[in-house]
């Protein structure tokens, strides 16, 4: 049960909106993930500084 018209040339340019799309989502949350991983990073250096949920608190 395979499908009877397979022209891959036709379904690359049919889907590559979304492969864009799926791309340009997939490294924005690796540069969020990054900017995460250096913050974390830069607060470890100054254990008494305040919790990230007190910035949203006030």
Do not use: C, R
Not at 26 to 37: N, S
């Amino acid at each position: 049960m395979s499908a009877s018209n397979t022209d891959l040339d036709k379904q690359a340019k049919n889907h590559s909106g979304p492969l864009i799309g799926i791309a340009f989502a997939v490294t924005w949350a690796a540069v969020l993930f990054i900017g995460f991983i250096a913050w974390t990073a830069y607060q470890a250096d100054n254990p008494g500084s305040q919790s990230p949920a007190a910035y949203f608190s006030e």
